[in-house]
């Protein structure tokens, strides 16, 4: 899956133009594009990242990561994606970074999404859906979650069972055996429970474009 994670971030350096600020996702399929984005950094004026984890591998690479405050819109974001369907809505936040991935998906014009062939899926919902939740409203937004979806919440704990805490300084909830056939009204319907920051379903705004990874690139 490597191979086509590679593959598909190579691919997506063909969206960046001379002078862009560039929106950076974050997982291992952007860790590639980034590594590739280092290439041509003299080309680009800067980035804005979605995580500190991405943060930290663009500084790494000397690249800028300006705030997106102070950039206004961006022509270009570039993420991966858990799952994706053939109308290019999505899951994401298995890196539990959700909450900035939406916020700069919907401050992009493009976003271009690159994916291995694993991700592709006829309908949303095999991989647990995350929301990210204030910590305290973590039990009431698993009952409203629930009840609403009939899907099984769980808290993302670490490989310590300590909760796995956001950039954000917020919990994670997974929401498993959902087969999502209306995601644009899960979306909504989830993003109204209190306390939900956001869920990571990108169904309202989905991508522009999808690479799927291999030899050639797929690109619809
Ligand atoms: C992080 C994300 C990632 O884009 C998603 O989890 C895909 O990751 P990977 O490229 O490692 O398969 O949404 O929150």
């Given at each position: 899956m490597s191979e086509s994670k590679r593959l598909a971030a190579e691919k997506a350096i063909e969206y960046v133009e001379d002078g862009m600020i560039v929106g950076v996702g974050t997982g291992s399929t952007v860790a590639y594009f980034i590594d590739a984005l280092a290439r041509i950094?003299?080309?680009?004026?800067a980035t804005v990242s979605s995580s500190e984890r991405s943060t930290e591998l663009l500084r790494g690479h000397g690249i800028e990561v300006l705030d997106l405050n102070a950039t206004g819109s961006l022509s270009l974001y570039v993420d991966g994606a858990d799952e994706c369907d053939p109308h290019k809505r999505l899951i994401k936040g298995g890196g539990a970074a959700l909450t900035r991935e939406k916020i700069i998906a919907e401050a992009s014009e493009k976003f271009v999404c690159i994916v291995d062939p694993?991700?592709?899926?006829?309908?949303?919902?095999?991989?647990p859906l995350p929301v990210e939740v204030i910590p305290m409203a973590r039990s009431l937004a698993a009952r409203q979650i629930l009840a609403l979806t009939g899907g099984q919440p769980v808290w993302r704990q670490n490989s310590e069972g300590a909760p796995v805490v956001t950039d954000n300084g917020n919990w994670v909830l997974d929401i498993h055996n959902l087969s999502i056939t209306d995601p644009v009204g899960i979306e909504q319907a989830i993003n109204?429970?209190?306390?939900?920051?956001?869920?990571?379903?990108?169904?309202?705004?989905?991508?522009?474009v999808v690479i799927v990874g291999g030899e050639p690139p797929l690109v619809l």
């Open positions: 950094k003299d080309r680009i004026q694993s991700k592709r899926v006829d309908v949303l919902g095999k991989f109204q429970i209190p306390g939900v920051v956001s869920v990571g379903l990108f169904a309202r705004r989905p991508a522009d």
